[in-house]
């Protein structure tokens, strides 16, 4: 483990504690938890070192977030979304926005991604909101729905129509025209701060469109879930973790007929499943950060591969332990309980199972052919 990654963990496992069936009760993580930890890098920590990064390859990176997840699935969302914005400013940015935009984003302040539309979701080519040039401003309408950490933004990449093609462009929290509304009770990482955004005649400057702008929409889309999606997979083998250290403790702990519950062999072929779920999942996503960090051709379809068996294999194990624990593990806010709701929207998120399935499928029959 890399010196980085030992710090960062007894610091956010300091700054967790107890507290986060809490949060997950309240539906809301303290700003300065975040701000903390954005200060420190560690929200976005595979930024470059010259723009206030940690400069941590995707391997490290994703233990790290693998770690956060067994902590705090809420906490770990804002993680994806802050990495997934200052990811998509690295690719799309210029020269001029990477310097002005990335060490805000590793110094305190809080982004958003904004994809998902009322009838647009993985249909890109159904995305309404526009961002239209009017001389040296461009003026952004559309409405965006279930934007993770759009709560506590200060800052939201919102993708668009521009022109003839796509845009990203980037919208201040608190500018006119923008009204951020939080999704009321969300099933699974409630404290994520899930919001609808609205985006009403929201004049910007030009040079808050990413790269000039003009790209191809479906580009632009699929460059950010790239990110998004195997922080998704590490956060789901966060989640098997946990679902397994509490799943074995209980079982361990709990006697029934006059012995353990892990002595009895139906529980016991539960907690082999959950040790299988989680070595899966991990071994997935290694290879998709070491192709990452290598830059393989392959890293697209690993991403996909990773991000599809580690939601997948995350909602059947909490389901699995919260089984194991039965009712101790049904109280809301208990770590398998909250397990069991995130994990749901883990294979809901950044490409769903469904989605994940058809882009496996067509990479089967194009190496066939």
């Known amino acids: ?160 129509r521009y022109g003839d093609g796509g845009g990203v462009v980037l919208v201040p929290a608190g500018a006119p025209g923008v009204t951020i509304r939080p999704v009321p009770n969300p099933s699974g990482c409630r404290a994520a701060g899930h919001a609808d955004v609205v985006l009403d005649a929201v004049r910007l400057p030009a040079t808050a469109v990413l790269g000039g702008g003009g790209q191809s929409l479906q580009l632009l889309v699929t460059t950010a879930l790239a990110y998004g999606r195997i922080s998704v997979a590490w956060g789901c083998v966060g989640i098997l973790r946990a679902c397994l250290s509490a799943a074995g403790a209980h079982a361990g702990g709990r006697r029934q007929f006059g012995r353990p519950l892990a002595e009895h062999q139906l529980v016991a072929r539960h907690l082999a499943e959950l040790v299988v779920a989680e070595q899966v999942a991990t071994r997935v996503c290694e290879h998709a950060s070491r192709c990452w960090d290598a830059r393989s051709p392959e890293m697209v379809i690993a991403t996909v591969l990773a991000k599809y068996v580690s939601s997948t294999e995350a909602a059947r194990g909490a389901a699995t332990a919260v089984q194991v624990l039965a009712s101790a593990g049904a109280q809301d806010g208990h770590v398998v309980a909250r397990a069991y709701r995130d994990a749901k929207l883990m294979e809901l998120i950044e490409g769903s199972t469904e989605i994940c399935q058809i882009i496996l499928a067509q990479h089967a029959v194009a190496q066939a052919s």
């Not at 309240?26 to 010259?50: D, I, Q, W, Y």
Request: glycine fraction near 12%; aromatic fraction near 6%; hydrophobic fraction near 40%.
């Open 1 to 160: 483990m890399t010196d980085w990654r030992a710090d960062a963990g007894e610091r956010v496992a300091r700054l967790v504690g107890d507290q986060a069936a809490a949060w997950d009760l309240a539906g809301v993580l303290p700003v300065e938890t975040l701000r903390t930890l954005g200060k420190a890098g560690l929200l976005c920590a595979e930024m470059p070192v010259e723009h206030g990064g940690i400069g941590a390859g995707s391997l490290d990176n994703g233990d790290f977030t693998a770690q956060v997840g067994s902590l705090c699935g809420s906490l770990r969302s804002v993680m994806t979304s802050q990495g997934m914005a200052a990811w998509t400013i690295q690719r799309l940015g210029d020269a001029r926005q990477r310097r002005e935009y990335l060490p805000r984003l590793t110094g305190g302040e809080l982004a958003a991604v904004a994809f998902s539309e009322p009838d647009a979701g993985s249909d890109v080519t159904a995305m309404a909101t526009e961002i239209r040039s009017d001389g040296d401003t461009v003026v952004v309408e559309g409405r965006k729905s279930w934007t993770t950490a759009a709560r506590y933004a200060d800052l939201i990449a919102v993708f668009g």
